[in-house]
């Protein structure tokens, strides 16, 4: 694991929201230009760990910095570098595929060709180029999803934060995303953190693997050595027994 | 599945009552009761006080006047019943609420008896506190027999259970059309805007122009509505029941309609209704959610404003601009709202005419930056100002992204204010005759009042943001205190008058109400200023991180 050339450090990063603790002293490092998955069941803390590395959520406790900058006091600079596709799409639905990437790309701050070349090459890449003029009130919630992704990568962050990117689209698509994230992690140097329910996605693509529970971050390191640790053959067997959620039949039917 | 329906209805219930939650049944019977010893012995009571006590006025005139009353009274009551059941239901168009039901085997005719029934017990009671206000002043003048009373409130009772029927049966017809396609929730929106409008309209009406509305109403003309056989029938049993000896046929002129004829009427209609309703509602109005207009639209080349706005604003705020103005104008619930109070700005000061028989420069300028200010808050605030959480979170993650947002929101809404101020404006430069000078005050006026409550409404839902949800409590807050704002800003002067001259100042207030100009400045200027301090607050408290 390269050491030196860290992209998200995070230290004892904390967040509750009244009485429930969301994410409980977090310790974290990605190297630069890795591709890092975070894995957890449902209510972990993998949306609220997100949000506070990309600024748009203040830490109730501890502290992180991405690409250098503090997420406390650099937020500004921190939303720069990174790129969020959030967890559920909220996208403009009176405006087209073009319209909305053009809009995004103006909150940060481009315009003109340079704009339009990325929107263009964007959009053919994900298949949409058919649609772009479409408005999305009438996209299917997979094509939004793309139309997300597209958005995330506009600016072209040297962080991307992907929430559960693949939740949506079919399975071609998710191969597509695959394919994209793995390209743009060789050319680019771009850090990938991806929160994800897919253990093969995150095997296939991810060099860092962390399982979050409760908010703490219970396991971390590459996906081989975790599933060795854990004594299992595959990610799903591993994270099945750290996380410890055995499924008990007679309990299933009880409501009957 | 049988018995779907009163799920459903019971659903419907704890909607309408949600207000309530945990007393719901309580406070549902109490009302009840309260509203039948209203019906039976107070309202009687306190109307006869103030109609021969207070108001002296003779049984005659009273009889002269009742069918006209009676008919303005129950369609009243009718479009009432009929608009804003509609005008809510439309608000909350939601496919996913129709998937859930028609998962469940749920027929369309069910789901009509259903909500009418949720919907009969609440509306009702609004009629259990509101017919004896009309009944009960003619019965007692009239000293109609407690059968005769009877018989009134019983045909009250079926204009109004006919005209919730048939105000659901067009609600389930509208939503079975318009849940299908993804324009759907826009256009009921805007529908719902439109029809509460409509509903507004006759009371204003009843203000302005009460002698006049009873003198048409009384017209045979308005023998084709259903309202007017109710009206009329009710009349009719008060006079046949009468007490003092009123000759049956007296009113036979003025109500067109034989009595008999009325019953026929009316029995028939609403036995029309039902039927047509439970009929049409499986096999017109099948609610299927794959169906339906299932055109996509899509966008077209930007037209010369949009360009001009791209060549001003070359850079990146332009591109936010342009895409904020495309955005505004394809929500058609905008264009409703920005018509609807377009239409009061242009005619309320005219109304204030009919009523005050004076037109000048100062009142009229006053009207104008009052109903553009109120615009400002309806049209350009509040509901549009984002679409879901989600979408803040997108613009959240942008550097300084809210800012820009906020800007870029501004100076939209500048751009769309500018026709918009001009057109009230100028009307009355017209009406009025105005000089240049004149001119540009008047503009100038009502440019800034817009601008400050469009600044005063997006700053209050910036605040808290309420989204698309234009049902829940948190954007009726929003609204209201965005209207008590700009209405407050208007008043203000008056606040300052009396503190100034508490404090000895009386002087600086008299200076400044010697000149007109002056004088309306003080009026128009503190809403723009509001406008600024509000939208800096929202605007700090939406980039604030949780
Ligand atoms: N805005 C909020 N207000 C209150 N509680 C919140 C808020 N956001 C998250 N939580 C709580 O924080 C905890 C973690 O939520 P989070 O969304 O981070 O989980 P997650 O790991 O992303 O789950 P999922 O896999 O379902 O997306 C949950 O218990 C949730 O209820
Ligand atoms: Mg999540």
Same mark, same amino acid.
């Not at chain 1, 994800?196 to 971050?217: K, R, V, W």
């Not at chain 2, 409703?336 to 005219?350: D, E, G, Y």
């Given at each position: 694991m390269k050491v030196e050339n860290l992209s998200i450090i995070a230290d004892g990063l904390a967040k509750s929201f009244g009485s429930v603790n969301a994410v409980n002293g977090l310790d974290l490092n990605v190297p630069a230009g890795t591709r890092f998955a975070l894995l957890g069941p449902n209510g972990a803390g993998k949306t609220t760990t997100v949000r506070m590395l990309s600024g748009l959520m203040k830490?109730?406790?501890?502290?992180?910095?991405? @690409?250098?900058?503090?997420?406390?006091?650099q937020k500004d600079e921190v939303k720069a570098v990174t790129g969020l596709l959030p967890e559920t799409p909220g996208l403009y639905s009176k405006l087209s595929a073009t319209e909305f990437l053009e809009f995004i790309g103006a909150l940060n701050r481009l315009y003109g060709d340079a704009l339009h070349d990325r929107i263009d090459a964007l959009l053919s890449i994900l298949g949409l180029e058919g649609r772009r003029d479409d408005l999305l009130e009438s996209y299917s919630s997979g094509m939004k999803q793309k139309v997300l992704i597209a958005s995330t990568l506009l600016h072209e962050p040297s962080v991307v934060f992907l929430d559960e990117p693949t939740s949506r689209v079919d399975p071609s698509a998710s191969l597509l995303?695959?394919?994209?994230?793995?390209?743009?992690?060789?050319?680019?140097?771009?850090?990938?953190?991806? @929160?994800?329910?897919?253990?093969?996605?995150?095997?296939?693509? @991810?060099?860092?693997?962390?399982?979050?529970?409760?908010?703490?971050?219970?396991?971390?390191?590459?996906?081989?050595?975790?599933?060795?640790?854990a004594g299992a053959y595959s990610l799903e067997e591993a994270y099945l027994k750290i996380v410890g959620r055995r499924v008990d039949r007679a309990a299933l039917l009880a409501w009957r | 599945m049988t018995g779907n329906w009163f799920h459903i209805a019971k659903?419907?219930?704890?909607?309408?009552?949600?207000? %309530?939650?945990?007393?719901?049944?309580?406070?549902?019977?109490?009302?009840?009761?309260?509203?039948?010893?209203?019906?039976?012995? !107070?309202?009687?009571?306190?109307?006869?006080?103030?109609?021969?006590?207070?108001?002296?006025?003779?049984?005659?005139?009273?009889?002269m006047v009742m069918p006209g009353l009676m008919r303005a009274g129950i369609m009243f009551i009718w479009v009432i019943l009929l608009i804003l059941p509609l005008s809510n239901a439309l608000k909350e168009v939601k496919i996913g609420q129709w998937e859930i039901l028609l998962s469940n085997n749920v027929r369309t005719s069910e789901i009509l008896v259903g909500s009418f029934a949720g919907k009969l017990s609440v509306y009702g009671l609004y009629v259990l506190y509101l017919a004896p206000l009309l009944v009960a002043p003619f019965a007692e003048a009239l000293e109609v027999s407690p059968a005769g009373q009877a018989l009134m409130y019983i045909t009250i009772f079926v204009v109004t259970v006919g005209t919730i029927w048939l105000s659901q049966l067009i609600v389930t017809a509208i939503q079975s059309k318009l849940a299908a396609s993804p324009r759907g929730k826009d256009l009921a929106n805007a529908l719902a805007i439109a029809l509460s409008f409509v509903a507004i309209l006759p009371l204003v009406g009843l203000q302005l122009?009460?002698?006049?509305?009873?003198?048409?109403?009384?017209?045979?003309?308005?023998? !084709?509505?259903?309202?007017?056989?109710?009206?009329?029938?009710?009349?009719?049993?008060?006079?046949?029941?009468?007490?003092?000896?009123?000759?049956?046929?007296?009113?036979?002129?003025?109500l067109g309609f034989h009595w008999s004829i009325n019953v026929l009427l009316l029995g028939c209609f609403s036995v029309a209704l039902v039927v047509l309703g439970l009929l049409s509602a499986d096999r017109l109005f099948t609610i299927r959610v794959s169906t339906g207009t299932k055109s996509t639209r899509t966008s077209h080349n930007e037209n010369l404003a949009l360009r001009g706005v791209r060549r001003v604003a070359a850079g990146s705020f332009g591109v936010l601009v342009v895409t904020g103005l495309k955005d505004f104008g394809r929500k058609a619930?905008?264009?409703?709202?920005?018509?609807?109070?377009?239409?009061?700005?242009?005619?309320?000061?005219? %109304?204030?005419y009919i009523r005050a028989g004076e037109f000048?420069?100062?009142?009229?300028?006053?009207?104008?930056?009052?109903?553009?200010? %109120?615009?400002?808050?309806?049209?350009?605030?509040?509901?549009? %100002?984002?679409?879901?959480?989600?979408q803040l979170w997108t613009i959240q993650a942008a550097p300084q992204g809210v800012r820009r947002y906020m800007q870029a929101k501004t100076a939209q809404s500048i751009l769309l204010i500018v026709p918009v101020a001009l057109l009230p404006a100028g009307l009355y430069t017209v009406l009025l005759g105005l000089e240049p000078g004149q001119i540009f005050f008047l503009v100038s006026n009502s440019f800034v009042s817009c601008v400050g409550g469009a600044l005063v409404g997006m700053g209050i839902a910036a605040n808290n943001p309420t989204y698309e949800d234009t049902k829940s409590g948190a954007y009726t807050t929003n609204n209201l205190r965005a209207m008590g704002l700009v209405a407050v800003s208007f008043m203000w002067h008056f606040i300052a008058d009396m503190v100034l001259s508490m404090l000895g100042f009386s002087a600086v207030m008299n200076y400044i109400w010697e000149s007109q100009t002056l004088s309306i400045l003080a009026q128009i200027i503190p809403l723009p200023i509001v406008g600024l301090v509000v939208v800096s607050i929202g605007c700090h408290r939406l980039s604030n991180r949780e």
């Open positions: 830490p109730t406790r501890g502290s992180a910095s991405v @690409c250098g900058y503090d997420i406390i006091s995303v695959k394919e994209l994230i793995l390209a743009l992690a060789e050319e680019t140097d771009t850090t990938f953190f991806i @929160c994800t329910h897919m253990t093969s996605f995150a095997q296939d693509i @991810c060099d860092i693997i962390g399982i979050l529970n409760d908010g703490e971050l219970v396991t971390v390191g590459p996906p081989d050595s975790v599933v060795e640790a | 659903a419907e219930f704890q909607v309408q009552t949600s207000g %309530f939650k945990a007393y719901r049944m309580p406070i549902a019977i109490g009302f009840s009761v309260l509203g039948i010893i209203w019906a039976l012995i !107070i309202a009687p009571y306190v109307m006869a006080l103030v109609l021969t006590e207070t108001l002296g006025i003779p049984q005659s005139v009273l009889v122009f009460a002698p006049l509305m009873s003198e048409i109403l009384g017209m045979n003309v308005f023998l !084709i509505f259903p309202f007017t056989w109710g009206a009329d029938l009710v009349t009719q049993m008060a006079v046949v029941f009468n007490g003092t000896g009123l000759a049956v046929g007296s009113l036979d002129a003025t619930q905008n264009l409703s709202r920005l018509t609807l109070l377009m239409l009061l700005a242009l005619t309320v000061p005219i %109304f204030i000048d420069l100062t009142s009229v300028n006053i009207m104008i930056s009052l109903m553009l200010g %109120f615009l400002g808050v309806q049209v350009f605030g509040g509901s549009g %100002f984002l679409e879901s959480k989600d």
